[in-house]
Structures are given as structure tokens and as C-alpha cells.
């Protein structure tokens, strides 16, 4: 594993490069509140040259992060993905994600369509419109992350830590961390903390988690439209934040053969079965 640092309009991205030596074949985009180090066993796993962002606010990336009470989507990650494919990035590669990485994914296909040669969704963030005009508007936002379980926790959450291992521990077998082998929790710990006097802080602050949990203003549906034929949406369906409707309506652009939903997992099933998840991103790689 190399961790290098890309440079952006604004800061440098933080990218992980997993496998052999080679042109990248895969791009990996975390869920809010990871990092690229989080999904090490997934992609070490493909045998191919994969690379793993630190999406803004998150990980080690060097990039400012946007006034909160102004954070209304995703579209701010989705612009970077997209620089980072074109300016780093000399040919089409499967572009692949977790939850809001994601959506970003779908989102930056409309800025970069032409450096996807496929595309592979773990359970993508997909709202009704009504979720959507509410993002649109400051004080809803704030109704929503007062209101919205995840980003309620998130936003009360702890940043310091007496070390690496007390944060391994406060969240061993807890929340959404309750499945996740042993090796993926501590990479997430390690990729998303940085030492301080006296201990390590998270380097997601919570508050911005909780702010990024209810910028939902996006419209996936229409950039979905710029993907490769060849892309494919994995949906889970406990704690999975979608509906039928909104998966129809996915289903409409990307094709209907292309959404798969697993109402026995949970959203958090690329940590809590990883081969799953491998055995999932090899498919999309055979695509390519």
C-alpha cells in the first residue's frame, strides 16, 4: 500500500494505491465518516492496481471544508472525483463506491464520463424528491440533522481519544461498526485519526458528518445518465436509505437488470462481508 497526495484546485486529495504496480483499473469512494483505508482488505483483495480516496473532510486529504450551514449536497465530493479522474487518471477505469461515495461516484460521472469504463454502487444514498427540495433549504437541513438518527449520533459524537486502541475499543461491536471484522475496524481507526497532544482525534469532525447527512439536493437520477451501460447498483435492504420507488427509478436509467437489492443485508454490508463485496467489484471488473 502507497499513500500519495494528488493535487486539487484547492488542496490535495489524499489516495491509497492498493495491489500491483500499474495504471489504476479501480477507484474506490468512501461513505461519510470513512476513509480509504477503511476498504484495505477489499481492494488488496482484486489483484489489480486500485486506488482508494480520502474523500474531503475526511482521512488524511489537505482540502478546506465548505461552511456548514451552506452544505446542501454531494455535488462538492462529486467534483473532486471527477478532477482527480481527469487530472490523475489517463484511462477509463470502474469507478466504484459505499454510500455516499457512492452517489458522488454517479455524480462525478457527469463532469468525467469519459474516465468510466464501468461503474459499481454500494448501496447509493437514493431520496425521494421530497428529501431533496428539503436539502434546498437551510432551516429544513437543520430540522433534518436534529431529526435524522444517523446524523443526530453523528453530530454528538466524540472526536478525541486517548489512543488508536481506545478508539478500536469504544467502537468494537457498537453501532454501525457491530459486524465489522476486527482488520477493517482498526484500518478505519487508523486512515481516520491523526495523533494530538495528549491522544488522537478523529479527522472527520462530527459536526461536518452530521451537516453532509442532510445535504441531499443532488439529483443522481440525471446524472445516472452519463454512466456506462455496464454499471450496477448493489442495494441492501436493512438500514438501507432507499425505497422500491427510488430503486425503479435508478432502475429506469441504469436498466432495470442492473439494480440488485438484498433485503437480508444491511447498508453497512461492504464492512460486515467484505468478500461479498469483492466478489461484487470482481464482477464489475469483468465488465471492463
Known amino acids: 500500500m ?14 491509497l494505491h492498493f495491489g500491483p504496480k500499474g495504471p489504476p483499473q479501480v477507484v474506490f ?31 488524511l486529504s489537505r482540502l478546506p471544508v465548505p461552511d456548514l450551514r451552506s452544505l446542501s449536497s454531494f455535488d462538492i465530493f462529486a467534483r473532486d472525483i471527477a478532477a482527480f479522474l481527469k487530472n490523475h487518471i489517463d484511462r477509463p477505469v470502474l469507478v466504484a463506491g459505499h ?13 468525467a464520463p469519459e474516465k468510466y469504463a464501468g461503474y459499481v454502487g454500494f448501496d447509493p444514498v437514493s431520496l425521494p424528491i421530497s428529501a431533496r427540495i428539503m436539502s434546498s433549504f437551510a432551516p429544513l437541513r437543520a430540522q433534518m440533522m436534529k431529526r435524522f438518527v444517523l446524523a443526530k449520533k453523528a453530530g454528538n459524537r466524540r472526536r478525541v481519544f486517548d489512543s488508536v486502541d481506545a478508539v478500536v475499543e469504544r467502537y468494537t461491536g457498537r453501532g454501525a461498526f457491530r459486524a465489522t471484522p476486527p482488520d477493517m475496524l482498526r484500518d478505519y481507526v487508523v486512515g481516520g485519526t ?5 491522544g488522537v482525534k478523529l479527522t472527520c469532525d462530527p459536526k461536518f458528518e452530521q451537516a453532509v447527512y442532510a445535504a441531499q439536493s443532488h439529483n443522481l437520477y440525471r446524472a445516472a445518465r452519463h454512466l456506462p451501460e455496464n454499471s450496477r447498483a448493489i442495494y441492501a435492504g436493512i438500514f438501507g436509505p432507499s425505497s422500491g420507488a427510488t430503486r425503479r427509478k435508478l432502475g429506469r436509467v441504469i436498466g432495470r437488470h442492473n439494480i440488485e437489492f438484498h433485503k437480508e443485508r444491511t447498508h453497512f454490508f461492504p464492512l460486515e462481508d467484505p468478500d461479498f463485496a469483492i466478489a461484487k467489484l470482481k464482477e464489475g471488473l469483468g465488465t471492463v
Open 2 to 15: 502507497i499513500r500519495k497526495f494528488y493535487p486539487l484546485a484547492d488542496g490535495e486529495i489524499s489516495a
Open 29 to 59: 469512494s468512501h461513505g461519510n465518516g470513512y476513509n480509504g483505508l477503511t476498504f484495505k482488505r477489499v481492494l488488496e483483495a482484486l489483484d489489480v492496481p486500485a486506488v482508494a480516496l480520502d474523500l474531503r473532510g475526511h482521512g
Open 99 to 111: 454510500s455516499m461515495g457512492a452517489v458522488s461516484a454517479i455524480l462525478a460521472s457527469e463532469y
Open 194 to 198: 491523526r495523533e494530538v497532544k495528549g
